[in-house]
């Protein structure tokens, strides 16, 4: 097949399809370094989907390119977006290190449709960031919107623990303590 695909190259190597197919079988081969590059070219040669962009974000985030993938994902985000799309490009960001980008990108993302896992993505990033409060404050929207997840509350425990704010973090780790997955380290920070 990849014989097959290189003749047609040699043929016409100005058409896109056949670059998209040398991608598809590079993506077949679990080739993600030479998968870009193939859907690269294809599209520098012709329009390409959002479907694309979107993968193109994929597979530079996954050979270790995270701020192209985020290049990436903000072209598709301008032909349509869901909070999914949302939540890759803020991790994108993460990767490489660009908090205050990912916090703008998460903010948009809450502005249209704000989700519980978007609000826990933002307070995780505040809380990295060290702004407890406003972690607080995310960890709790996120709560509300999915109350049958305590990772939320756990979180809540820590940003309150660091602010020194020891009644809050007490009724957020005893929210915690109701969870299974939670429990365990709730009833630890309690102690």
Known sequence: ALGVIHRLLAKNGNDPRW????????????????AVTAL????????ISREDIMLLGDLTNAIGIPLKAAQYYERALCLSNSPADYEKLASAYIAAHKMSNAI????????EKP?????????????????YEKALNA??????????????????GYCALHMDKKEIAEKALKKAIRFTKQRKMAKRMLS
């Open 115 to 131: 989700t519980y896992k978007l609000w826990f993505m933002m307070g995780q990033v505040l809380y990295e960031e060290e702004k």
């Open 104 to 111: 703008d990108a998460l903010n948009r993302a809450l502005k």
């Open 139 to 156: 960890f709790d929207k996120s709560a509300r919107l999915n109350p049958k997840d305590g990772r939320p509350h756990l979180m809540m």
């Open 40 to 47: 690269t070219i294809h599209s520098y040669l012709g329009s």
């Open 19 to 34: 670059w998209k197919l040398l991608a598809q079988f590079h993506l077949q081969e679990n080739d993600y370094k030479k």
